[in-house]
């Protein structure tokens, strides 16, 4: 881990990463009710919003329509993923370099690890070997920390989550991403877990905006530094409302219920 506070993906402290690297982990299922966003243009345009510090996109996506919108979002460069169709224990094939990622204009690079998988080990070498070139080029570097695997029976558990942001500080990540553990304090213990290094809540499946606001505030009063989400912004009709409604809970520290009454 080291002091990212100055990092294009970070704002006053906080991070806000737009994920669009659905259609490689989740295929089109997950734009059957918006199928407009099929073209990553429409969501490229959506991070230009001020709120958004980062987007999260896998390398085709990233270099075939990063660079019209270079000036106005930072990227961040997945570069690992697998589709869904991977039936197997849970693995995530390395689909980018640092040197490559480095030649599309990546401000940091994102990379999962399933902790508790059998392929663990061959993951977190993989990890070290993107971690200490990303060092190189001074990128930050966000982990997807994902416990997952055969042997895991709830990947959201408290101490399994805590486990998580632990898992990533230790190998060094700058940015943890990880799941909801399901209430505030074990949010606050997960962060603790983290010692200095940020932690941000992974957005999930789309709900409502009270829903969705109300444990993103439960996460940034939990201590937590921000927010990585994909569905629950660009599969909503407005995506802007919602991205003025986070950037009140997540820079401001509002309320959810402010935060709607202030975007009505």
Known sequence: MIPIDDSPIVRDGKSLILAMDHGLEHGPVDFEDVPEKLDPSTVFET?????????????????????SYEDDVNLLMKLNGTSNLWMGEPDSAVNCSIEYAVDVGADAVGFTVYGGSNHEIEMVEEFRDAHERAREYDLPVVMWSYPRGQGLKN?????????????????????????????KNAMSHAVTCAGDMKVVMSGGSKTSDYEFLSQVEAVIDAGASGLAVGRNVWQREDPTRILDALEQ????????DAALEATE
Do not use: C, F, W
């Open 47 to 67: 991070a230009t919003h001020d709120a958004v510090t980062a987007m999260a996109v896998q390398k085709g996506i990233a270099e075939g329509y990063y660079p």
């Open 155 to 183: 990947d959201t558990k408290p101490g399994t989550i805590s486990y998580a942001t632990r898992l990533a500080l230790e190998l060094g990540a700058d940015i943890a991403k990880v799941k909801y553990p399901g209430n």
């Open 249 to 256: 809970v997540i820079y401001e520290e509002e309320t959810a």
